[in-house]
């Protein structure tokens, strides 16, 4: 149920005429699937860092535009600016953001550089993640030599690009594109003013450590290897770089990190990490701010580690996990922390695929009620089999919190965590439901004058059908992977739970013999008999082993009270 999102944040090579940067964004807004998250120009560097995300055709269609419109309007051969650069857009990295894996990302990343090679005539070097040749992977060193070097540089052996011309054009200038890691800006908060404080805790964390001294750490004689370089203390943190500084704004000191990939240090063992070795300086680290936007997953996963600290069970929903993160880093210290701006994922979210669920329950009634064929039954169904899933969790996160069964908190967790997630699918097809039906009415509404109108309006009616048959089916399927969380917490959980477990399971047998009525009767409309035969043979055996098992259930929960 993921969406694949990518991240995409090219740096243009104009900083101060607000006119050109504002119609390279509009290009970029004006493709379908984007949101434009940030725009950063700089004077002096003359360059424009900007943010977008989206799925990953669209972000691939939105760079093109951007890139085509920044060759349009710049002038390379009359920029001048503090920041390297050898192109309109210098640099283009995709960054995979979620639903989608790195290496998807670099072929994403290899397509539009091709794109822009082949289209545009712009020479295009891959970097990072999307460069297979380990000698052209770091940015720096593909840029060495600049926009002034490179009409020399793009004629040697070793530096023909990767795609477009052997030629250097004089007005667009190379652009780099490549695939790299999601960066966290992330500042911890010291209840101190000292920055040369701030920097020995910088220093104990950051990947690059600090360089070894004779005697004192810092005014004592630097120590060389045999080479004459200097020797270095590595850091604890991988994939970190850290400074210490004063913000006059706050009257604090603070350590200001990149964490280049926070998969590899994320940002709670980079706060933990922290609150260690202030604590053995005496400081105390009171909180942290997050700059920029921040992936789901990576808020989820400091959710579920310090509740884990806590002994606590996993299985509880995303707000309360989010809610955790944010409360245990002390992210709205300086200023409140709001999920639905600083998770790139909620930025993207459409509210409006979210309707029903996110009415209260007596508006959900009278919108069921009202006169009008959606939400229906298969909506009713979805919904019923949530409120299954949910029951189960109660169940399961209840057992996992009984005094005396701390042994087995690991085990409901685990069950509760599947509850949950369980819960979110049946939940998402609650409102799939409906806009299932509404696209067999919207297919009924095409015009039908000419044979091929007739034709189209057939096929896309027939489409519509098949996917109103997958939905109630995919209901079936997440209700009945819910029930042996139910029949677990009957039979193991907290005793005096029983019949919650027991109306939870009663709610999934309602959702999958519900949804059951809904793929027989939506199957019987279509003409490809193959099809609709395969999902009404397979959705029979899980109603029928459902409520075979449902039956069992409540034969044994009747024996117990």
């Known amino acids: 149920?993921?969406?694949?999102?990518?991240?995409?944040?090219?740096?243009?090579?104009?900083?101060?005429?607000?006119?050109?940067?504002?119609?390279?964004?509009?290009?970029?807004?004006?493709?379908?699937?984007?949101?434009?998250?940030?725009?950063?120009p700089g004077k002096a560097t003359n360059r424009t860092v900007v943010t977008f995300v989206g799925t990953p055709e669209a972000v691939v269609e939105a760079a093109f535009r951007g890139i085509q419109k920044a060759a349009e309007l710049i002038d390379m051969s009359k920029h001048k600016g503090e920041h390297p650069r050898m192109g309109a857009t210098d640099v283009c990295p995709f960054i995979p953001v979620s639903g989608i894996t790195m290496e998807e990302t670099a072929a994403y990343?290899?397509?539009?550089?091709?794109?822009?090679?082949?289209?545009?005539?712009?020479?295009?070097?891959?970097?990072?993640?999307?460069?297979?040749?380990?000698?052209?992977?770091?940015?720096?060193?593909?840029?060495?030599?600049?926009?002034?070097?490179?009409?020399?540089?793009?004629?040697?052996?070793?530096?023909?690009?990767?795609?477009?011309?052997?030629?250097?054009?004089?007005?667009?200038?190379?652009?780099?594109?490549?695939a790299r890691n999601f960066l966290i800006a992330y500042?911890?908060?010291?209840?101190?003013?000292?920055?040369?404080?701030?920097?020995?805790?910088?220093?104990?964390?950051?990947?690059?450590?600090?360089?070894?001294?004779?005697?004192?750490?810092?005014?004592?004689?630097?120590?060389?290897?045999?080479?004459?370089?200097?020797?270095?203390?590595?850091?604890?943190?991988?994939?970190?770089?850290?400074?210490?500084?004063?913000?006059?704004?706050?009257?604090?000191?603070?350590?200001?990190?990149?964490?280049?990939?926070?998969?590899?240090?994320?940002?709670?063992?980079?706060?933990?990490?922290?609150?260690?070795?202030?604590?053995?300086?005496?400081?105390?680290?009171?909180?942290?701010?997050?700059?920029?936007?921040?992936?789901?997953?990576?808020?989820?996963?400091?959710?579920?580690?310090?509740?884990?600290?806590?002994?606590?069970?996993?299985?509880?929903?995303?707000?309360?996990?989010?809610?955790?993160?944010?409360?245990?880093?002390?992210?709205?210290?300086?200023?409140?922390?709001?999920?639905?701006?600083?998770?790139?994922?909620?930025?993207?979210?459409?509210?409006?695929?979210?309707?029903?669920?996110?009415?209260?329950?007596?508006?959900?009634?009278?919108?069921?009620?009202?006169?009008?064929?959606?939400?229906?039954?298969?909506?009713?169904?979805?919904?019923?089999?949530?409120?299954?899933a949910a029951l189960g969790t109660m169940v399961a996160n209840l057992s996992a919190g009984k005094r005396g069964w701390e042994d087995k908190t690991t085990y409901f967790s685990e069950w509760a965590v599947k509850g949950q997630q369980l819960k979110e699918r049946l939940l998402f097809l609650v409102d799939e439901d409906t806009r299932a039906f509404n696209k067999i009415m919207l297919a009924f509404a095409l015009p039908k004058t000419t044979d091929e109108e007739k034709k189209l309006r057939t096929q896309t009616i027939q489409d519509a059908t098949k996917y109103a048959v997958q939905i109630p089916f995919q209901v079936m399927q997440a209700a009945a992977e819910a029930l042996p969380l139910c029949e677990a917490m009957v039979k193991e959980g907290n005793p005096n739970s029983i019949s919650d477990g027991a109306v939870g399971a009663l709610c999934l047998r309602t959702a999958i013999e519900g949804a059951y009525l809904n793929v027989r009767i939506n199957a019987k409309d279509l003409k490809d008999r193959a099809f609709a035969d395969k999902y009404l043979d397979e959705a029979k055996s899980i109603f029928e082993s459902a409520n075979s098992t449902v039956n069992r259930l409540m034969k044994k929960v009747g024996e117990s009270i």
């Open 109 to 178: 990343a290899q397509k539009l550089a091709e794109r822009v090679g082949t289209e545009l005539h712009i020479p295009v070097y891959l970097y990072e993640y999307a460069q297979s040749n380990a000698e052209r992977k770091n940015l720096s060193i593909i840029r060495a030599g600049e926009y002034e070097g490179f009409f020399k540089k793009i004629k040697e052996p070793q530096w023909k690009p990767d795609f477009g011309p052997v030629e250097f054009p004089a007005k667009s200038g190379a652009t780099v594109i490549g």
């Open 1 to 40: 149920m993921q969406q694949q999102l990518i991240e995409c944040v090219p740096n243009f090579s104009e900083g101060n005429d607000m006119g050109i940067i504002k119609q390279i964004t509009n290009a970029i807004e004006s493709t379908e699937g984007v949101k434009l998250l940030d725009i950063d």
């Open 187 to 388: 500042n911890i908060n010291l209840n101190t003013k000292s920055t040369r404080l701030a920097n020995s805790i910088a220093f104990d964390v950051r990947e690059a450590g600090r360089v070894k001294r004779e005697g004192h750490p810092i005014t004592g004689k630097i120590v060389n290897d045999a080479n004459g370089e200097p020797v270095r203390i590595p850091g604890t943190l991988k994939e970190c770089k850290a400074i210490g500084w004063y913000i006059e704004e706050y009257k604090v000191a603070q350590i200001s990190m990149n964490l280049t990939n926070y998969k590899v240090t994320p940002v709670h063992v980079a706060f933990d990490e922290v609150v260690k070795s202030a604590t053995t300086r005496g400081v105390r680290v009171t909180g942290s701010e997050l700059v920029g936007l921040i992936p789901l997953e990576a808020m989820l996963e400091a959710g579920r580690y310090f509740l884990t600290k806590q002994k606590q069970s996993l299985g509880v929903p995303d707000e309360e996990l989010i809610h955790i993160a944010v409360k245990s880093l002390g992210l709205d210290e300086l200023a409140p922390f709001d999920p639905d701006k600083k998770i790139i994922e909620y930025q993207l979210r459409n509210l409006e695929n979210e309707k029903l669920v996110r009415m209260n329950l007596r508006t959900f009634a009278n919108e069921t009620a009202a006169d009008s064929p959606a939400p229906g039954g298969g909506s009713i169904s979805a919904y019923a089999g949530a409120l299954g």
